[in-house]
């Protein structure tokens, strides 16, 4: 059967290797656009997700694609970011605590990567749950809630990021494929997809546990 090939790549915020550049200094190589975000952002955590999160797009870009990727310009001045340029792929950015991911596709897709703590999931599950879901949830032993409550955020989150909006995914959604994967231990990562076929989800690295050392020349995106 055919399937839709989806590259998703993974890093860990310690596992850069940005010469004798701290992250801070890889913030001057990008473009306009994503420097006007970043300077909106001032928690040390965050800024090091955004800035490293295009650095791991850059790196994968250039191990897919070759150096045909360097003519591809990342638009983020309205919603998601997205590549523009002859023959780019579409993608999508996630960042959760130390890890950073990126997807790669040559259809729409949405992606979504979550540290699995212990919440006030009952809480929690009233905002994001549809009314059916909600149900379904609340009748679970409330240690058993950890697993089913991350998988409907993570879903959530990938879909809002391949829609653009908020929107629960339904039957009706022939056009939609999704898959969820385990990208590091006590990580959840959801796929959204505008594909017929079954999604094949290719990580890199494949266990989710070896390091990116990330060495990244010109500029960022």
Known sequence: MKTTDVDVF???????????????????????????????????????????????????????????????????????????????????????????????????IGLDVEYCRERDFA????????????????????AERNGPFYRIWTLREATFKLYGRERVLSERDGEVRHEYFLPRERFLGALVARSTRPLHLILHPPSGAAKNNLNIPGRLG
Do not use: M
């Not at 975000?37 to 870009?61: V, W």
């Not at 003519?71 to 001045?77: C, G, I, M, R, V």
């Not at 809480?123 to 409330?142: M, N, V």
């Open 123 to 142: 809480t929690l599950a009233e905002q994001i749950c549809s009314p059916a879901e909600l149900r379904r949830f609340l009748s679970l032993p409330a």
């Open 10 to 108: 993974l890093a860990d915020i310690h596992d850069f290797d940005c010469g004798d550049h701290d992250c801070e200094a890889l913030a001057v190589r990008l473009d306009r656009d994503c420097a006007e975000r970043l300077a909106r952002i001032t928690h040390p955590r965050r800024r090091a997700q955004f800035i490293l999160g295009r650095c791991l797009l850059s790196q994968a870009l250039r191990h897919r694609y070759g150096a045909i990727a360097e003519a591809w310009q990342l638009d983020a001045a309205v919603g998601k970011p997205r590549l523009v340029g002859a023959g780019a792929p579409e993608i999508s950015l996630s960042h959760s605590r130390e890890l950073v991911a990126c997807a790669i596709a040559q259809v729409e």
